[in-house]
């Protein structure tokens, strides 16, 4: 076991790393990632319902394209997010993720055709990657090592949070104002405060990071500090075992975010369900998933990571048989809650995990890794959905993808090592 306490001890060799010593900034880094998550969030709701209503898209795989776009070019800028960072500091990255997003509001009020909205979402995705990821890695710089779930859970909270609140007002702006322009508005207005704060009060973290390699201790020989970029990638994605179960694990659990939020509006607008209804249920996942998170990270400091993720992966597969199987109100919001449960006990834990076993000098750039993979999840579950739905129905769709999530745990539980957390 390392000296934990060294990390946090000011001195010669840089700022002091811990939660209370940094909260000022860690909180306004959490403010600034729920702008981040409010900014997604305003597409929850009202772009399923816009494909089929306003540019009469019937196939779902042709309608579920711009969820395919957001997660190719998202699942891009997280891989380059950790190198830019490493290579020119946080900040700026953060910076360049909201002014990508500056257009995005105006291209979806605006935007005249199908593939305005799609192009609309290849900026999103950038923005996303940046921002998002850079957040993570902020955060994880300031906290050190010793209440990196609790970090994370804060984090991923604060951007769920945003996105089912944002998910919910759109929802009732949709359905007094119509699904243009209103509703997207609401993400201008977090673009412009989130640049703003940005800009003028979030401060470089780097540092921190560089402070916690020198007492940093590996778990695992092949993590040392000396690795190239390449080296990160492949033993993120597939040598070490808790890397690569992290991020199969990640990929799966986006991918059936994916199918959640193409499919779910349209299941259940299907339904005879009214928007009202529908961003209640649109807001309830990841309503739950946020505020749930608060607890699940901190929670993985103490008790450790692989059995959380584990557990998360199954109770998901079950939400989402709930919610094949159901045809109301009722037992939806039932399965919403308890999807964003599940969820809640993997994706802070995942982050977590990473930060477990990569090194400080590299750390960035395998989050960036794990995060290509995970929100790699969203192309792969709008195009195995979309497949599966034209094919077969959306119960169908989601019944498979139910099946894939169980498998996902049970893989974390074989390949994942179960103390790497005791030595962060």
């Known amino acids: 076991m390392p000296d934990r306490t060294l990390p946090h001890a000011p001195g010669p060799a840089g700022p002091m790393l811990g939660l209370r010593q940094n909260l000022a900034q860690f909180m306004l880094l959490v403010s600034v990632n729920a702008l981040v998550g409010g900014t997604l969030g305003q597409e929850r709701t009202v772009l399923p319902l816009l494909a089929s209503q306003e540019f009469h898209l019937d196939l779902y795989t042709g309608a579920l394209t711009y969820i395919l776009a957001f997660g190719l070019s998202k699942a891009g800028m997280n891989y380059f997010a950790g190198t830019l960072s490493d290579k020119y500091g946080r900040k700026p990255v953060l910076i360049a993720g909201w002014l990508a997003a500056v257009p995005v509001p105006l291209m979806l009020i605006f935007g005249p055709s199908w593939g305005w909205i799609v192009a609309a979402n290849v900026l999103l995705g950038i923005s996303q990657g940046l921002t998002w990821s850079t957040a993570v890695i902020m955060k994880m710089d300031l906290v050190g090592p010793r209440q990196r779930g609790l970090a994370m859970g804060f984090n991923e909270a604060a951007g769920y949070l945003g996105v089912a609140a944002t998910a919910l007002a759109t929802g009732y702006l949709a359905t007094s104002f119509g699904l243009r322009p209103a509703p997207f508005l609401l993400g201008a207005a977090y673009i412009a405060l989130g640049l703003g704060l940005t800009v003028l009060a979030v401060r470089e973290t780097h540092q921190h990071a560089k402070t916690e390699a020198i007492q940093h201790a590996g778990t695992s020989s092949r993590a040392h500090a000396g690795l190239t970029t390449g080296q990160v990638f492949t033993l993120t994605s597939f040598k070490d075992r808790s890397l690569s179960a992290a991020s199969q694990a990640g990929l799966v659990n986006n991918l059936n975010d994916g199918l959640a939020w193409g ?63 159901a045809h109301s109100f009722g037992p939806w919001l039932a399965a919403a809650v308890v999807l964003g449960l599940g969820t809640a006990l993997v994706y802070p834990t995942l982050l977590a995990a990473i930060g477990d076993v990569a090194h400080p000098a590299w750390r960035a750039r395998s989050v960036g890794v794990y995060r290509l993979w995970r929100d790699g999840g969203f192309a792969v579950g709008a195009l195995l959905s979309g497949v599966l739905a034209d094919l077969y129905g959306i119960p169908a769709a989601v019944a498979a993808v139910a099946v894939l999530t169980a498998a996902s745990g049970a893989v974390v539980a074989i390949r994942m090592r179960g103390n790497d957390h005791a030595a962060g």
């Open 263 to 325: 499919l779910f509006p349209v299941l259940f607008a299907g339904a005879g369900l009214d928007l009202g209804q529908i961003g209640i249920l649109a807001a309830a996942y990841p309503a739950a998933w946020g505020a749930a998170q608060l607890a699940t990270g901190a929670a993985s400091d103490r008790w450790g990571r692989k059995w959380f993720i584990t557990a998360g992966m199954l109770v998901q597969a079950v939400a989402l048989g709930i919610t094949a199987t």
